[in-house]
Each structure stands twice: as C-alpha cells, then as structure tokens.
C-alpha cells in the first residue's frame, strides 16, 4: 500500500523571524512538558522542532505537520501563561500555516 500524498509531498511555509520564534518556543515548551513529567515526548514533536531548528524562515512540512503544528500553536496562545507579545506573531504564523492546508484542499 503507497503512502497517501499528503504525507509524502512536502509544502513550503514562509515565517517571519519573530513568527519562527513563537512557533519554536511553543513546541520547546511541548518537549518541555514532557520531559517534566519524565515521559518521552512523541515523535511526531520532535520531528517538528528539527525542522522548524533546520529552517531559515522557511519549512518545508507534509500536511499531517502543518495540522499538527497549527493545532499546537493555537494551544499554545490559547493558553493563560502564554506571553502577550507572542500572541499577534503567533495568529500570524497559524494564518500562514492554515492557507497553506488550504490551497491542499
């Protein structure tokens, strides 16, 4: 059985510095998380932070991790700790990221 597209094609994400930034730290603060409460943290996150590590301002992500990383970005800011300044570049980065699953529809 192949591997359905959308995890095998690749789509390219541009973000500003400060966007970068955000999305970084909310995923670090995922990891985090995890290794706080002495358990592994998935995979799938990890994964997500060496590419976001790797970029320079531009990723290039299946659809799964787009959805992924816009899900956890959205809780990321939706939380009660989550500093203000990182809020507008934090809705920004989730735009950006949602047009992009947009134009796969």
Not at 19 to 43: F, I, K, Q
Not at 68 to 95: C, H, K, M, Q
């Amino acid at each position: 059985m192949s591997t359905p597209p959308s995890e095998t094609e690749r789509h390219e994400v541009t973000l500003s510095r400060e966007e970068e930034w955000v999305v970084h730290h909310s995923l670090v603060a995922r990891v985090d998380e995890a290794l706080d409460e002495d358990t592994s943290p998935p995979s799938q996150l990890l994964t997500l932070v060496e590419l976001v590590e790797s970029s320079d301002n531009t990723g290039r992500f299946t659809q799964s991790q787009l959805q992924r990383l816009s899900t956890l970005l959205t809780d990321y800011l939706d939380r009660e700790e989550t500093p203000s300044r990182d809020i507008e570049f934090g809705r920004s980065a989730i735009d950006e990221l949602d047009g992009v699953l947009e134009t796969q529809e």
